[in-house]
């Protein structure tokens, strides 16, 4: 048997496999098995009423968890499925209440990772699988990142590789009026009006579902993070440094200055390849024991939206 059957026979089980997707590597479990959905929120420490995204093998088991289901859904999983896209819509009534949060809609994606597909159609349902990492902590990108958090808790880990786009899925609602972005993700506002015909609002209000990855502190390093203006990093970091603070810094222009207990890393100035970099370097500067972390401030703009959101995130855990 190998590495796949024994992780699709291991989620029939019950228990929980640990697997790569394009966007990060997801901690699963059977999606309509309650024990098993349970393992997942023990296993991260994650608040019960925090929803979770069901991964599916093709968009044609669309119909298995969701109801109500628009037209616009079915275009956007023939343009953007498999890949970095989750829909939010109203939930089949055979969906376990655990999947939800108590809520009325469930969140649905297919990833775009070879393995993970492979994965998904041998076992041939659909698996619950949040990130595979404590939860509010850094996000994983590589199988040794989730052994590295989890160690023997979690028996069957496959290794894809590094995932590609390196933070997580954006999330739609598509269970109201006007579509509406409540996870940025790498695939824009813009790539989603040109399917949609209109753009989506962004940012949750009042009526939204509460979604995966919304808290105010998320994706957070051990190490304290402070992002700063481009223009405030200098300043910053001599205030630290005045104070004893020993500093790693994420930024585009390495090496401004020297001190001993500096240590310059670069950072991309391409929104996709920082992306990509992140939660690998926040883990890296987490393991260099460091007082701080100082971030620059990416650049204003849309293609930055969700690194932007991610390091924010991350900042708060820190304060």
Request: hydrophobic share 45%; charged share 20%; with cysteine.
């Amino acid at each position: 048997m190998n590495d796949v059957s024994r992780a699709a026979a291991a989620l029939r089980a019950g228990d929980l496999v640990a697997f790569p997707t394009e966007t990060v590597y997801g901690l699963g479990a059977d999606a309509s098995n309650a024990e098993a959905v349970a393992k997942i929120f023990a296993a991260k420490g994650r608040p019960a009423d925090h929803p979770l995204i069901v991964h599916l093998p093709h968009a044609a088991q669309l119909s298995r968890w969701a109801m109500d289901i628009p037209e616009s859904a079915h275009r956007l999983a023939d343009a953007f499925w498999p890949g970095p896209l989750t829909l939010i819509l109203k939930r089949h009534p055979a969906v376990i209440d655990a999947i939800t949060g108590g809520q009325d809609t469930v969140g649905l994606r297919v990833p775009n990772h070879p393995l993970a597909l492979q994965l998904l159609n041998e076992f041939g349902g659909g698996v619950a699988a949040p990130s595979a990492n404590r939860f509010g902590h850094v996000s994983p990108t590589t199988a040794a990142h989730v052994r590295d958090e989890f160690g023997a808790a979690v028996s069957i880990v496959l290794d894809g590789g590094p995932s590609d786009v390196g933070i997580e899925s954006t999330i739609l609602d598509l269970s109201s009026a006007r579509p509406r972005i409540l996870r940025p993700g790498m695939l824009d506002a813009a790539a989603l009006a040109d399917i949609l015909g209109e753009m989506p609002a962004l940012g949750a209000n009042a009526e939204a579902p509460r979604v995966s990855g919304s808290l105010e502190s998320h994706y957070a390093p051990a190490t304290p993070l402070r992002l700063v203006a481009p223009t405030e990093l200098e300043t910053t970091l001599r205030d630290a440094l005045e104070a004893g603070l020993s500093v790693v810094v994420f930024a585009p222009d390495a090496a401004s200055f020297v001190h001993a207990k500096l240590s310059w890393q670069a950072s991309s100035m391409d929104p996709a390849r920082y992306a990509h970099e992140l939660y690998a370097s926040l883990r890296r500067f987490d393991a260099m024991q460091r007082d701080l972390i100082v971030v620059a401030a990416p650049p204003v703009a849309d293609s930055w939206c969700a690194v932007a959101d991610r390091l924010r995130r991350a900042a708060a855990g820190g304060k």
